[in-house]
């Protein structure tokens, strides 16, 4: 078992105003897992996302799949 922390960060279009999200990538291979959590309250609650379907989701972000906002 791996003992590695999530190193975070935000994208660096996140100029909102601290309306983000973060994410650790770096326990993708060691955990096969992208944890995600809410910038604004970084000792809340994480959400464990399958690194596979993290990047199924990140590749129909950038195929505009989601539409605009």
């Known amino acids: 078992m791996t003992t590695e922390s999530p190193r975070w960060f ?3 279009y996140s100029e ?3 309306a983000c999200v973060e ?7 060691s955990r096969g897992i992208v944890p995600v959590r809410d910038s604004k309250s970084p000792a ?10 993290f990047t199924s989701f990140v590749a129909g972000v ?7 906002v």
């Open 10 to 12: 935000k994208s660096s």
């Open 16 to 18: 909102n105003g601290g």
């Open 23 to 29: 994410v650790a990538t770096n326990l993708t291979v």
């Open 44 to 53: 809340g609650p994480v959400l464990n996302v399958a690194a596979a379907s």
């Open 62 to 68: 950038r195929a505009g799949e989601f539409g605009t």
